[in-house]
């Protein structure tokens, strides 16, 4: 593999996930199609076989019924093939234990892509980390269809997954109160409310403090959501 064949347009946030169809460890799946009406996770790793891989997936499997329970599939993809695929989530679930985890069934699909199209069209690949192992992309993705987020992390440096998390409860939150989050916001604290939008609109956000809402001046106002 050149290059010139995986240089392809980066993806950005907005844009529309491309669709792509493929064999996985659970089955075909037809992207993002199958999970309409769902948030995605679609995180892309170097290779099987490999500790840093092993120990996310030890990691992102610990955590699949907390990603499931925010309405959020988890989806896996590296350029290894099927059968290394299983023989592989196999060998973690048999012999592997991680920070006192073990004996771990890994049961979210995670995609064969020998031919690298998928990792081409999303941008997995980049030519000065290698140009034949993905690095470790993460892309989330809203029930529309939409690409929200994206993160890339290094081959050498295992992901965050707390972190993972919070930035999905996030968008979510984001969406369902229209506001937006501070630096360091975790799920609990107050929230940011939207910057006025005129003059007069201003001078009322000023005069609106309440035990919900405070403004330390018109641009900069906290407001507390509802306890969940």
């Known amino acids: 593999m050149n290059t010139e064949e995986i240089n392809t ?6 844009d529309q996930a491309p669709v792509f169809d493929a064999v996985t460890t659970q089955g075909k799946i037809h992207f993002p199609v199958d999970f309409n009406g769902q948030w995605i996770i679609l995180f892309s790793h170097p290779s099987d076989f490999t500790p840093v891989c092993t120990s996310e997936f030890i990691a992102f499997g610990s955590m699949a ?3 499931e329970a925010l309405n ?15 023989a592989w989530l196999r060998t973690i679930k048999e012999k592997i234990e991680y920070k006192g985890i073990k004996n771990l069934d890994i049961r979210f699909p995670l995609i064969a892509d020998l031919s690298a199209e998928i990792a081409q069209l999303y941008g997995m690949l980049q030519p000065e980390e290698s140009t034949t192992q ?6 989330f993705i809203d029930p529309q269809g939409i690409i929200r987020a994206i993160i890339y992390y290094p081959m050498a440096l295992g992901r965050n997954f707390t972190e993972l998390k919070r930035v ?20 609990g604290e107050e929230v940011i ?11 009322k956000r000023m005069q609106c403090n309440t035990s919900d809402n405070h403004c330390s001046d018109w641009f900069f106002c906290l407001k507390k959501l509802p306890e969940k």
């Open 9 to 14: 347009p980066p993806l950005r946030i907005g």
């Open 65 to 67: 019924k907390e990603f």
């Open 72 to 86: 959020c599939r988890l989806i896996g993809l590296s350029v290894d093939g099927l059968y290394s695929h299983i």
């Open 134 to 139: 993905t690095v470790r992309a993460v892309y």
């Open 168 to 187: 999905l409860i996030g968008l979510q939150t984001i969406d369902q109160y229209g506001v937006a989050l501070p630096a360091d916001w975790i799920p």
């Open 193 to 203: 409310l939207p910057n006025p939008a005129t003059y007069d609109d201003a001078e």
